[in-house]
């Protein structure tokens, strides 16, 4: 946890360092200011995320805390000001500002450790938070893919049902492993690859047969894929419940 300290008091910042560097909370002071414009100087120099912590006193010279705390536009740095009691009002105003905490001098050294654990248990919660988001929007992003790829398929599928198909090289045109494309199919769909591609061929079959009665059996197996006719035959009859003759004869 990276501290900065701002007090015009040097007695108060030293005293203030020794404190924070006894606690167990791996902390860091990369700054000690007796003003808030030295402090802002080098807060304005730092990169977005080196601060986690400011620390600063309310009335100082050149530039109070309050100003300072109003140039400070980052919302991940947590601000506590330090205040007597005479100076209420103002760390009420900073509170109002977005200042995390007050803390009334003397410093009480329980109650900074608290704080202090408060605010890195928040920073820590926000940080978990914000990897599970990335997690969420990867996988997302996968699930997009994935649902891009079945459709991707299916179409395939519909446009070049007379084609064969060999799993392997049809995975390898959308870069995942057969047996990975299989199982998503059969996930999305609620169908394997075959009984998805069979279904289609024999509702091509069916409307070729009702659109072009004059066609023999054979023709429509070649036509759908198939290139055995007795095959076609045999699943034909397993899928419709009736053979191809008896289909035409049906739909004349």
Known sequence: MNII???DEEFIRLGLQKILLKMDLDIQVIGSF???????????????GELD??????????????RLIEHIRDKSIAMIVLSGFSEFEYARKALRQGVKDYLLKPIDKAQLYELLVRLKNERQSAKEQDQLGDVSSSQDLSKDKEHYVIEQMKTILEQQYDKN???????ET???SGSYLSRLFKQETGETLTDYLIRIRIEKAKQ???????????????LVGYSDPV????????MVGVTPKDYKDKHR
């Open 5 to 7: 300290i701002v007090d």
């Open 34 to 48: 007796s003003n808030g414009m030295d402090a802002w100087t080098n807060i304005a120099k730092l990169s977005p």
């Open 53 to 66: 912590v400011l620390i600063t006193d309310i009335k100082m010279p050149m530039m109070d805390g309050l």
């Open 165 to 171: 198909f060999e799993m392997e090289s049809i995975a």
């Open 174 to 176: 959308v870069g995942m």
């Open 208 to 222: 070729f047969m009702s659109d072009h009665p004059g066609l023999k059996n054979y023709e429509i197996s070649q």
């Open 231 to 238: 095959y076609f035959n045999k699943l034909f009859k397993k």
